[in-house]
């Protein structure tokens, strides 16, 4: 990746409502570059999508649950999982994992407890015939949080990275 592309990429990261504008300025270059080299980190995938870093608390949510699971593994049941996870919003994160006995993970998002475990037990409902075990750890979105969830994090990784 050219280095102004990650330079944008870093912004982006930082604060993805800056304009073209103020990038160009900021990275020292024309607003026409920053504009062309934005729209090449979308068609590349290196942007998926330009988004906000909300406050979930402040929201009404509060609980993230990280869920690991163990089950079978064949295509049609990780197209059977991808699915089902597709179409729950609250479903942030899923993904095939590698653990002590897990080989699952999902991060999912929720109002309080009694949300959550009308979630779970429509995860061992529809999960009978696939999950043969599982363990959540909850997290309260209104007790200490040590560092914040953010993208910017990131950037500060990227910046570090040389060419």
Same mark, same amino acid.
């Given at each position: 990746?050219?280095?102004?592309?990650?330079?944008?990429?870093?912004?982006?990261?930082?604060?993805?409502?800056?304009?073209?504008?103020?990038?160009?300025?900021?990275?020292?270059?024309?607003?026409?570059?920053?504009?062309?080299?934005?729209?090449?980190?979308?068609?590349?995938?290196?942007?998926?999508?330009?988004?906000?870093?909300?406050?979930?608390?402040?929201?009404?949510?509060?609980?993230?649950? *990280?869920?690991? +699971?163990?089950? $079978?593994?064949?295509?049609? /049941?990780? !197209? %059977?999982?991808?699915?089902?996870?597709?179409?729950?919003?609250?479903?942030?994160?899923?993904?095939?994992?590698?653990?002590?006995?897990?080989?699952?993970?999902?991060?999912?998002?929720?109002?309080?407890?009694?949300?959550?475990?009308?979630?779970?037990?429509?995860?061992?409902?529809?999960?009978?015939?696939?999950?043969?075990?599982?363990?959540?750890?909850?997290?309260?979105?209104?007790?200490?949080? *040590?560092?914040? +969830?953010?993208? $910017?994090?990131?950037?500060? /990784?990227? !910046? %570090?990275?040389?060419?």
């Amino acid at each position: 990746m050219k280095k102004t592309m990650r330079r944008i990429l870093c912004e982006l990261l930082k604060n993805s409502s800056k304009s073209d504008r103020e990038l160009a300025k900021h990275l020292g270059v024309s607003q026409p570059t920053v504009s062309r080299l934005r729209n090449r980190l979308v068609e590349e995938g290196l942007i998926r999508h330009f988004s906000v870093t909300p406050d979930l608390s402040a929201l009404g949510f509060e609980i993230i649950a *990280i869920t690991s +699971f163990a089950s $079978k593994h064949s295509d049609d /049941i990780a !197209e %059977k999982a991808r699915k089902w996870t597709m179409a729950r919003p609250n479903v942030l994160f899923a993904a095939r994992a590698e653990g002590t006995t897990k080989n699952a993970v999902m991060v999912s998002l929720h109002k309080n407890y009694t949300d959550y475990h009308n979630f779970m037990s429509e995860v061992k409902n529809e999960g009978r015939d696939i999950v043969t075990d599982y363990e959540t750890m909850l997290v309260s979105l209104g007790g200490l949080v *040590i560092k914040p +969830f953010s993208l $910017k994090y990131i950037a500060e /990784i990227l !910046e %570090k990275v040389k060419d």
